[in-house]
């Protein structure tokens, strides 16, 4: 797998050994979609479910095929190969966007919303729909939003019930410098790093950990070489399925109108699918022996981020964002 994330283009090239999840054999027009996860994760799955969809309502004119498992690059990468129209869709955590687009450092915040519901409030409403309009300047099409749960610390060495407990440590971080700066306000060092890298980081011991939700922490393996797992849920950092601008531009008033609410309405399906995911890994990550530490007092991490919301919530824009998302019962 580490193989096939590194050399990702040189993989794509030669077609014979790539491995995707093809929806629309008789397609006219089959749209290449990149997921880092592996096949049978609920964003491949969901995404396969647009597809079908898709074909349904084009009558098999329009479908696509899902490159899982980052055959087509990490997620940086993946992302600038959307904008330039080599990537047709991409899933993606916002958080590689966040130093892109800075709409989407508000809902990538420590701690800005208070549950998942709260979350799925605010991207299903007005605050969403402004996010998924900022993508375009970025060649970008917005088109709709997944579940990623939230995010806790996992790490190697000792369980982690404190900030204290996390002083001087190194944690890997997606690439985004306001993740870069969250782990620093908890005391920590944080090194950004392809997700691919992580695993055999974690082994040789360049990191102590990284944070994630339960089904990365499952597919990803990390649980096998870092199996201290304290539930601070620092981040609850929504999903994007994105469409490349060059693609969309292709495609006719009519069939935008498809591809788009084919995308909205993979969102139920998705969160059916993830939902029994966190449940399933779950089990598996306790049964096979992880220590998770549930036990925390969450209220000196969420004061420790206010240096954070200092730094990057600085114009009358993110200032006002972030209220509404906070006014948003
Ligand atoms: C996962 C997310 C991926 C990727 C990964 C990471 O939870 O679904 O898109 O961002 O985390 O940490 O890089």
Not at 84 to 113: A, C, H, K
Not at 315 to 322: F, P, W, Y
């Amino acid at each position: 797998m580490s193989i096939l994330r590194k050399f990702g283009l040189a993989v794509l090239a030669s077609a014979a050994i790539v491995v995707s999840t093809m929806s629309a054999h008789a397609a006219e027009l089959v749209l290449r979609s990149s997921d880092t996860h592996p096949d049978g994760y609920p964003t491949v799955e969901a995404v396969k479910y647009m597809g079908k969809l898709l074909e349904e309502r084009t009558k098999g004119r329009i479908g696509i095929e899902v490159f899982h498992s980052a055959q087509l690059g990490e997620e940086k990468d993946t992302i600038e190969q959307t904008q330039f129209g080599v990537i047709d869709l991409n899933r993606v955590s916002l958080g590689p966007f966040n130093n892109i687009i800075e709409e989407t450092q508000v809902v990538s915040l420590p701690y800005i919303f208070r549950s998942v519901d709260h979350m799925h409030k605010v991207m299903d409403g007005p605050i969403g729909d402004e996010i998924l309009a900022a993508f375009e300047a970025h060649d970008l099409i917005g088109l709709a939003f997944y579940d990623g749960g939230s995010r806790s610390f996992y790490n190697s060495e000792k369980p982690i019930k404190s900030v204290d407990d996390l002083k001087g440590m190194k944690f890997r971080v997606m690439q985004s410098d306001m993740f870069v700066d969250m782990v620093g306000a908890l005391g920590a060092n944080a090194t950004p790093m392809p997700y691919g890298e992580v695993y055999s980081a974690i082994q040789t011991g360049v990191i102590d950990g990284a944070e994630n939700n339960w089904p990365s922490y499952d597919s990803s393996g990390h649980f096998e070489v870092a199996k201290y797992y304290t539930l601070d849920e620092h981040l609850i950092v929504p999903e994007v399925l994105v469409m490349s601008k060059k693609s969309w531009d292709k495609l006719s008033p009519e069939d935008q109108t498809v591809v788009r609410q084919a995308a909205k309405d993979s969102v139920p399906h998705m969160r059916e699918l993830w939902t029994a995911q966190e449940k399933k890994s779950e089990e598996k990550i306790r049964a096979a022996g992880a220590e998770v530490i549930t036990d925390i007092d969450k209220k000196p991490f969420i004061e420790a981020m206010k240096p954070v919301y200092e730094k990057h919530v600085t114009s009358a824009k993110l200032k006002d964002m972030v209220a509404r998302i906070q006014a948003t019962e």
